[in-house]
């Protein structure tokens, strides 16, 4: 009997004994602290995703030659 195997009936019964051993109330804070954490982890991955477009972008903004005495007549 593998961790496979649980089934609907196993989940509950865990579900039920955790409840228990833990109450309600931290149970439903550590839910809270748990969506904090994604939340908190979701906001790094989009800041760092945009500092990485922002570099992209300055790099691809300086095109200018390093030297205009050509185009002046």
Request: aromatic share 2%; proline share 3%.
């Amino acid at each position: 009997m593998g961790i496979g195997n649980i089934g609907l009936p196993g989940l509950l019964l865990i579900a039920v004994v955790v409840l228990v051993l833990f109450g309600r109330g931290k149970i439903s804070s550590l839910m809270g602290e748990v969506g904090k954490g994604i939340t908190a982890f979701k906001q790094g991955v989009s800041d760092g995703s945009k500092e990485i477009e922002d570099d992209k972008s300055e790099d691809a903004k300086d095109v200018t030659p390093a030297s205009e005495d050509k185009d002046k007549v």
